[in-house]
C-alpha cells in the first residue's frame, strides 16, 4: 500500500525543485465528531448499497461468503463501538486531479473513473500501471475512497475539486440495479440519465473540510482519504499504533535513496489524530537515520 501511493505521488511531480510531500495521517473519528461526518458522507444512503453488495458476494458464490461477510463485519463495527479510523494522505507539489470528467489523457479519470488505466508520464514511471491504485479501496473497510485536489486551470489559477468513489460488486437496492462503482459528488444530467460529477471551488474546500480532507495549502497536489482503514492482510484488528509503525518502516524501507538524498526528492511524515488533535507526528527520514539497518 505504502510503496504504491508513494510512487503514485513521485510519478505525479510537478516540475519544480521542490520535493514532493506527502502526509499520511491516521485520524480516529467517534462520538459527536463521527456521526457529524456520517450525517455529511450520507451514511444512510451509502450503507444499503454496501449490505446489497455483501449480499450479492454471499449469493454468487460460496467461495465469496467470506468478503461479505467482511462488509457486514465493517458496518457492524463502525456501529457498535460509534468509530472510525480515517487515513488521510495529503500530497504537495504534484500535478494533482488535472483533466475532464472522462477521457482517457487525464490524471483524473486513470485515478478516479477507470478501473485498470493509468496514465504514467513516461516510460521511467514506476507504480503498476492501474493496477496498484486498487490498492486505495482494498484497505478500506467500507471500499470508499475519497478525493480532494488543487489543481491549475487554464488561466493558471488554482481550484479545487473533490469527488468520492465506492467500489462494489453489481448489486440491487430495492427495484434499482447497479452496476457497481458509484460517486460522490454533484449530481449532473447526461442524456437520459443522472451522474456523479466533481464539485469545484468553494463547495469543494466546505465538503473536503466536512469530511476531513481539507487541504493545509493552495499548492497542487491531492488528498486522499481512506474511509475504515485497515489491513487486510492482517489475521486480527491491527492497532493504529501498529498500523503507524508499519507505514515509517515501509516508507523508509522502500524509499531511503529519495528521502536520503541531497537534497531529498522525496519527504514523508506520517502523523497520529484524535479527531483533529495531533498525538505525534515523526519525519520519515529522520526515522531512516536513526534505524540505518533498514536501509
Not at 45 to 74: C, M, Q, V, W
Not at 156 to 175: A, C, D, E, N
Not at 251 to 267: D, E, G, I, V
Request: aromatic share 8%.
Amino acid at each position: 500500500f505504502v510503496r504504491e501511493v508513494l510512487q503514485n505521488s513521485k510519478d505525479q511531480h510537478d516540475g519544480s525543485t521542490n520535493p514532493v510531500e506527502v502526509v499520511f495521517s491516521l485520524v480516529t473519528l467517534r462520538g459527536k465528531e463521527l456521526r457529524q461526518f456520517l450525517d455529511d458522507m450520507k451514511w444512510n444512503d451509502l450503507k444499503p448499497h454496501i449490505k446489497a453488495g455483501a449480499n450479492e458476494l454471499r449469493a454468487a458464490s460460496s467461495g465469496l461468503i467470506a468478503a461479505a461477510t467482511f462488509y457486514e463485519s465493517a458496518i457492524s463495527s463502525l456501529e457498535s463501538k460509534d468509530e472510525l479510523l480515517l487515513l488521510r494522505i495529503d500530497d504537495y507539489n504534484t500535478e494533482g486531479l488535472i483533466g475532464q470528467e472522462s477521457g482517457i489523457t487525464s490524471n483524473f479519470t486513470a485515478l478516479v473513473r477507470d478501473k485498470l488505466y493509468s496514465r504514467k508520464p513516461d516510460a521511467a514511471a514506476g507504480g503498476s500501471y492501474g493496477l496498484g491504485k486498487a490498492v486505495l479501496w482494498k484497505f478500506s473497510s467500507l471500499s470508499t475512497v475519497l478525493f480532494n485536489s488543487v489543481v491549475a486551470d487554464n488561466r493558471g489559477q488554482m481550484k479545487t475539486r473533490f469527488i468520492g468513489r465506492l467500489q462494489l460488486p453489481w448489486h440491487k437496492v430495492g427495484s434499482a440495479k447497479y452496476a457497481g462503482p458509484g460517486w460522490f459528488g454533484k449530481k449532473e444530467s447526461i442524456q437520459n440519465d443522472v451522474r456523479a460529477v466533481s464539485i469545484w471551488g468553494h463547495d469543494a474546500d466546505e465538503t473536503a473540510r466536512q469530511l476531513k480532507i481539507e487541504r493545509a495549502s493552495n499548492r497542487p497536489g491531492t488528498s486522499i482519504g481512506v474511509l475504515g482503514f485497515f489491513d487486510p492482510a492482517a489475521d486480527k484488528e491491527t492497532s493504529k499504533e501498529d498500523l503507524e509503525r508499519q507505514i515509517i518502516e515501509a516508507a523508509a524501507t522502500f524509499f531511503w535513496p529519495s528521502l536520503m538524498s541531497t537534497p531529498p526528492s522525496l519527504t514523508v511524515t506520517v502523523r497520529s489524530c484524535d479527531g483533529s488533535k495531533e498525538e505525534r507526528s515523526q519525519d520519515v527520514a529522520e526515522f531512516a537515520r536513526k534505524n540505518s539497518a533498514i536501509t
